[in-house]
């Protein structure tokens, strides 16, 4: 899953959604030099990350890419499913997307010291260019599409994605509103296990 869906996922302490959101630039147990909480949302994401690409529902929208963007399909899936949550927001949440987002990006400034320099670098972009309430519309999708692709050296390809999201948009917002209640399901529990180790 992408950004949006990770921080969705963490629940409504701060700390454990910081630790979500920058948990893949924390390699092996140096996770253990942060705070509990900070722990606990790292350790969340890795586990959502390792249900999500074992899931049969995923492997779906997945293996449609696959043979155009090889092991970049993963990734571009993780993008166009965080979209259909954009999208579909308010199925979700009773907070609007616009506020749940500036109140996650005030959460960040607040919490900047902690941040790997990594995102301390992206962070005045991200909110910005408001990333996480562009993920909702086709245009927003396309631009972060984009700027992987230019991250890969254009070798990915993934700007073109846009073109079977649009032509298998029914299917992928199927797959990931199966996928995403199980996912939520699973978060919960893990969470609340995390919680308590």
């Known amino acids: ?23 893949d ?14 722990q606990t949302g790292i350790l969340l994401h890795r586990n959502i990350d ?17 043979e155009k963007y090889g092991h970049y399909s993963g990734i571009i899936v993780d993008i166009l499913y ?16 616009n506020t749940y987002v500036d109140t996650f990006y005030d959460s960040l ?28 519309s086709i245009d927003g999708i396309s631009r972060v599409l984009d700027g992987m692709n230019r991250r890969t050296k254009n070798r990915s390809g993934m700007d073109e994605a846009i073109v079977e999201l649009e032509e298998f948009y ?7 509103t199966v996928f995403f209640d199980e996912l939520i399901a699973f978060s919960k529990e893990k969470l609340k296990e995390l919680n308590e180790a």
């Open 109 to 136: 400034e607040a919490h900047y010291n902690i941040l790997p320099i990594r995102i301390q670098k992206m962070m005045p972009y991200m909110i910005a260019d408001n990333w996480l309430l562009s993920y909702a």
């Open 25 to 38: 630039g924390i390699k092996g147990k140096s996770y253990k030099e942060y705070s509990k909480d900070i």
């Open 82 to 97: 965080d979209h259909f949550l954009a999208k579909n927001w308010n199925k979700y949440s009773v907070i609007p997307l």
């Open 170 to 176: 029914k299917e992928f917002e199927n797959e990931f």
């Open 50 to 66: 390792t249900y999500t690409d074992a899931h049969k529902t995923v492997r779906l929208s997945t293996k449609r890419l696959h």
């Open 1 to 23: 899953m992408n950004y949006l869906a990770h921080i969705y996922l963490s629940g409504n302490n701060d700390l454990i959604t910081i630790g979500n959101f920058i948990a």
